[in-house]
């Protein structure tokens, strides 16, 4: 069985969520906070060997133009550092719009501000993976 591992890479905090290819269904995992590469790769790893992931998926954010952003840059670079410490495939997914779909979701649960806070990376992350399951083929 795939199962799958999705980053939402931000400032000061990465969402994570997890789900598998023969599920198909995304679902948020934790936030952990932004400290450094080094750090957060470790954090990582452990949230890998926890949930016995075989694939990583990270959000990836573009231009207009189709070249990857500032943070799109720094996906790939983080990607790449990921890839390099754990072994897993890493594969990215457009993120676009997914921080505005979490903020939506978030609202439409009518949970209090309070209770709200801190969820939207985990979510954003879910969104980002389940595009990614949602674009995949057939035979994937």
């Known amino acids: 069985m795939k199962t799958y591992l999705c980053l939402d890479l931000g400032e000061k905090h990465i969402g994570l969520a997890s ?32 949930i016995q992931a075989s694939h990583v998926v990270i959000g990836i954010s573009y231009q207009e133009d189709g070249i990857p952003n500032s943070m799109g840059r720094h996906a790939l670079s983080f990607g790449t ?16 719009l997914s921080t505005r779909d979490a903020r939506l979701i978030t609202l439409e649960s009518r ?30």
């Open 111 to 140: 949970k209090s501000k309070k209770d709200r806070r801190g969820h939207q990376d985990a979510l954003a992350a879910a969104v980002i993976l389940q595009s990614f399951f949602d674009n995949m083929t057939i035979h994937d």
């Open 81 to 96: 550092a990921l890839q390099e410490a754990c072994g897993l495939p890493v594969e990215y997914c457009d993120e676009a």
């Open 19 to 50: 789900g598998s290819a023969e599920v198909r269904l995304a679902q948020p995992l934790e936030v952990i906070e932004h400290t450094s590469r080094k750090a957060d790769i470790e954090k990582i790893l452990k949230a890998l060997h926890r």
